[in-house]
């Protein structure tokens, strides 16, 4: 990341976020960006893959704590006006000269490593951000962000699976061991000796670093260059991998899994494999949050007279529960500790939902156990009470 960078890109405005935005939200806003803008959702549209490209680097820089104050202190000094160029007046009234910050150039009576100058130099606040003496080395480059998907039968869902998941992601080499020279031994780059940046001044003494456009920031050159990378180190990389899917995972629901993404660059980490997972539906159960549901038929009998009911249970033996007289249809029992696995290892509850179940025919002494009960009950208008109240509305 050059200086340039730090001064000049609004990374809270490319995501979409305040100045003072927490991780969380910062990780929400990224996520829902990287989502809307990504490249397999987008195909062949380079706006949205250069959109995408500017999400990421702001969310890999607001993402580190450490990189975060870097990039705010660099903006609030640089960026906002706090100091200009060529002796420009600061808020106070004072005229500072850019060139009196860096380098142990004069400031005031004293010198830049005296007692009255600024000691070492704008670059001892900043360290690694501006480098010594207008130069930054090169640093390690952490790999890229990975998305895949994977879909999941409904019971592995609620219990948790381990399942291969293939990818393919940009990786070093194996040719060449990421050197990008067929025999291994690059040349440093001339135009940046090594560093992978180039420096470029902006008058009163200040200047900026850019990624060397001749060895596109590696520091080296291929002399003989790899024919299967083409001399740039790294070369796309395909392989199998088990992934752990927690229990109690939701339809839709988006893992991240920190370091298994691609390799990173010059020692630099992983990035992150972010795994959307597909549930498919069961026949019989359904979900509700951390509870499993299922719908039981009970017979009139059992439903006006009580019973005990037999209910299955997703891949355990089936629960007997009680039933109380006067059930009506449509009513939910619960069955305690039958659901999805919570995060702290316990489980939710099974959610029975009564479903009177009404005979297509009647025949025989069930038909004329039921004339009986409809002439015992003719006095009896379930509906009196919906006319009634229909009346007062």
């Known amino acids: 990341m050059s200086t340039k960078d730090f001064v000049e890109k609004d990374y809270y405005k490319v995501l ?3 100045k003072d935005a927490t991780e969380a939200e910062i990780k929400k806003a990224y996520r829902k960006l990287a989502r809307e803008f990504h490249p397999d959702a987008n195909k062949g549209d380079a706006k949205a893959e250069e959109r995408f490209k500017e999400i990421s680097e702001a969310n890999d820089v607001l993402s580190d704590p450490k990189r975060r104050k870097e990039y705010d202190e660099a903006r609030a000094l640089f960026g906002n006006g706090g100091f200009r160029q060529g002796g420009a007046t600061g808020p106070g009234g004072f005229g500072f000269d850019l060139g009196d910050l860096f380098g142990g150039a004069q400031t005031g009576t004293g010198t830049g490593t005296g007692g009255g100058g600024f000691g070492g130099g704008i670059g001892d606040v ?25 879909t999941l039968s409904f019971t592995e869902a609620v219990d948790g699976a381990t399942v291969p998941l293939r990818m393919s992601s940009s990786a070093p080499c194996k040719a060449c061991a ?8 690059p040349r440093v780059c001339p135009t940046c000796v090594g560093t992978g940046q180039v420096s470029r001044g902006s008058g009163g003494g200040f200047s900026l670093t850019d990624p060397c456009v001749d060895c596109k920031g590696r520091g080296m050159i291929a002399q003989d260059p790899c024919d299967n990378c083409k001399g740039s180190g790294r070369a796309k990389s395909a392989r199998t991998m088990q992934v752990r ?4 995972v939701s339809d839709s629901q988006r893992i991240r899994l920190r370091g298994k993404g691609a390799p990173g660059e010059r020692g630099g980490p992983a990035g992150d494999l972010y795994v959307v997972v597909h549930v498919d539906p069961h026949p019989v159960f359904g979900r509700k949050g951390d509870n499993l549901t299922v719908t039981v038929p009970v017979t009139f009998p ?5 019973a005990e009911i037999r209910v299955p249970t997703l891949g355990g033996p089936p629960v ?15 069955a305690r500790g039958k659901g999805a ?18 005979p297509a025919s009647v025949d025989g002494k069930a038909l004329d156990a039921l004339e009986s009960y409809r002439e015992a009950t003719a006095d009896e208008d379930p509906r009196a009470e919906l006319f009634k109240a229909a009346k007062g509305a």
Do not use: H, M, W
């Not at 059992?302 to 009580?306: F, I, R, T």
């Open 16 to 18: 979409g976020v305040p």
């Open 126 to 150: 900043f360290g690694g951000l501006f480098g010594r003496g207008g130069t930054t080395r090169t640093q390690p480059r952490r790999g890229q962000d990975i998305e895949s998907e994977v």
């Open 178 to 185: 990421g050197t990008g020279d067929k025999n291994g031994t």
């Open 245 to 248: 899917i927690p229990a109690g």
């Open 302 to 306: 059992e439903a006006a007279l009580g």
């Open 320 to 334: 007997t529960l009680k039933l109380p007289s006067g059930t009506p249809n449509g009513r939910t029992l619960r």
């Open 341 to 358: 696995v919570r995060k702290d290892g316990t489980r939710g509850d099974l959610l029975v939902t009564v479903e009177v179940a009404v």
